[in-house]
Structure formats: structure tokens, C-alpha cells
């Protein structure tokens, strides 16, 4: 076991309590020094944040995501992105992603984005800010430069959902 595990493992160890009451802290201070928004993001919510340092398995993060304390956490991230209008951490790179969905579900993310006065830009924002629970993203399929779907070698380019293979189940690590 190296270091970082064992400092890992270190951190787990109070009760669900004692860590929410750490990231509430945590949260607090960062609130209080008006940090941007991406800062407190990183800090608490990111890959290497307090939160997912704290509840480091998706069933201990699914469970945390039903406390109060990820709701408050989240309902601060929402005021520091509302009074800072788009400010950004200067030493936060920004990065840009191109996304292909249905027209359906554009056009369902524009009349979102109109009827809460905000841009579809700061609406997926809001979205992809948010924890989600593991159940609820499909597995990931290979796709080819086409645009055909090909899952373990079968290309499903003609196939409607009944016709495709099911997914195997991973072996547990």
C-alpha cells in the first residue's frame, strides 16, 4: 500500500457525520474567501476533491449525494455561478467539447434554457456540475468514425435496440 492509499484510507474513516461536517467546512471556508466557482468546484466536487476523497466508492458517493450537505454544497456552487457571472479561476483551463445529440433533445435543452432566462451553454453547465448516479449512465460502445455503434465487434449500424447483443458484465476489479 502506498502513501496516498493509506492517507486515502485515513480520510474514510469517520462517520458519515464527521466527513459531512468536514466538507461542510470545507465548503464554508471556500464560500466565505468568494472563490470562483471553478475553484470551489475542483476543490470539493472534482475527481480529486474533498467529496469524492471522502466517499471514494460510487455507493458511498450515491449515498452522499441524498444528504443535506450535498444539497447546501450545490446550492452555494449555484450562487457563486450566479454572482460571478461566468468568472472563472485564472489558473482553471478551460477546455471545450463538442456534443452530437438528437434535435429532440436540443431543442428540449433551448426551451429549458429559455423558460430559466439563461443560455443553453450555462444550462448544460448546471447539468454536467451535478453528481449522477451511476445507474443512470448507459454503458460505454465504441463508435466508429461513421457514426456506426459497434458493440464487442457487431456493428449495429441496421440493428433496432431489441436486435442488439446485450451487454456482458464486467469482471469486478
Same mark, same amino acid.
Given at each position: 500500500?502506498?502513501?496516498?492509499? #493509506? ?147 457487431? #456493428? ?6 431489441? *436486435? ?8 469486478? *476489479?
Amino acid at each position: 500500500m502506498d502513501l496516498a492509499d #493509506s492517507l486515502r484510507r485515513n480520510e474514510t474513516r469517520g462517520s458519515v457525520e464527521e466527513r459531512c461536517r468536514r466538507i461542510e467546512e470545507k465548503a464554508d471556508q471556500l464560500f466565505a474567501a468568494g472563490v470562483a466557482w471553478t475553484t470551489f468546484f475542483k476543490e470539493l466536487l472534482g475527481p480529486e476533491g474533498l467529496i469524492r476523497r471522502l466517499f471514494p466508492t460510487p455507493d458511498e458517493l450515491s449515498f452522499f449525494e441524498q444528504t443535506a450537505t450535498h444539497r447546501r454544497v450545490q446550492e452555494m456552487l449555484a450562487s457563486l455561478r450566479r454572482v460571478q457571472e461566468g468568472r472563472a479561476a485564472k489558473t482553471e483551463a478551460v477546455s471545450v467539447i463538442t456534443l452530437r445529440i438528437p434535435k429532440s433533445l436540443h431543442d428540449a435543452l433551448a426551451e429549458e434554457a429559455h423558460a430559466l432566462k439563461t443560455s443553453i451553454n450555462r444550462l448544460c453547465i448546471s447539468k454536467l456540475a451535478q453528481l449522477i448516479d451511476a445507474r443512470l449512465v448507459p454503458p460505454l460502445r465504441q463508435f466508429d468514425r461513421g457514426g456506426d455503434i459497434t458493440v464487442r465487434g457487431v #456493428s449495429t449500424d441496421s440493428k433496432t435496440p431489441d *436486435e442488439l447483443p446485450q451487454r456482458e458484465q464486467e469482471p469486478a *476489479e
